[in-house]
């Protein structure tokens, strides 16, 4: 079956780079996502790679997937305040669009 | 607004009551999800729709949980005779079939308490 799994905290200072891993275990996922949640507030969509790419650079994110070790990677360049949430990678799998996430990485971000 | 919106935020009911939540996902999204989250975890699939049709369920939906999408646009989500097990906040995505990356777009969830 599909397992996702990630760290579960990570802390950086402000202005450093924060890279949040992730392995899943499903050879046959079609896309793979990184989804942000903060407190209160619904699952955001951050960013996503297909799964014959190797990186996606978006602004400040950068997704990095070795489909050969099924790890994945998200980093965030010049990391804010703001960006203090809990961050899940996922995958999609099973020819049905299921989407499968991790239990999340919380990012705490120092001042 | 034209996000997804779920109904109730917030349900607070005794164990063994039934509990009905619904979802209205964006308009022209033909595709809908019902996912289950409890604390420190991520998101696990519960359901899924296309149109009005329940395509896959997961083996977490126990015969205590129904879901219905009656007209290819809102849907709901039932639990009858409810357990303590069952709190958790119920998310709702919908998506839209033929797009590249297949976004799902979340609502703010359900958060179901059973006393």
């Known amino acids: 079956g599909e397992d996702v799994e990630q760290s579960l905290f990570l802390s950086v200072r402000e202005g450093d780079s924060s890279v949040i891993n992730c392995t899943y275990t499903d050879s046959s996922s079609t896309y793979l996502y990184w989804y942000k949640q903060e407190p209160g507030a619904g699952l955001q969509l951050l960013t996503y790679i297909f799964s014959n790419m190797d990186m996606k650079q978006d602004q400040r994110l950068t997704v990095l997937l070795n489909k050969k070790d099924k790890h994945l990677s998200l980093r965030i360049a010049d990391t804010q305040t703001g960006d203090s949430a809990i961050y899940f990678c996922?995958?999609?799998?099973?020819?049905?669009?299921?989407?499968?996430f991790g239990t999340g990485t919380k990012l705490q971000v120092i001042p | 607004d034209t996000g997804v919106s779920q109904d109730p935020r917030h349900k607070i009911t005794k164990r063994g009551q039934n509990v009905t939540f619904r979802c209205d996902p964006i308009?022209?999204?033909?595709?809908l999800y019902w996912y289950r989250q409890t604390l420190g975890q991520g998101p696990e699939f519960l359901t899924y729709f296309q149109n009005e049709a329940q395509l896959e369920k997961s083996r977490l939906l126990s015969d205590r949980f129904s879901a219905e999408r009656p007209k290819g646009s809102f849907s709901t989500l039932e639990i009858q005779r409810t357990e303590q097990g069952d709190s958790a906040m119920y998310l709702c995505a919908s998506s839209l079939q033929g797009l590249a990356d297949n976004e799902q777009f979340f609502g703010p969830g359900t958060r179901l308490t059973v006393l």
């Open positions: 308009s022209e999204h033909n595709r």
């Open positions: 996922a995958e999609e799998s099973g020819g049905y669009q299921k989407v499968t």
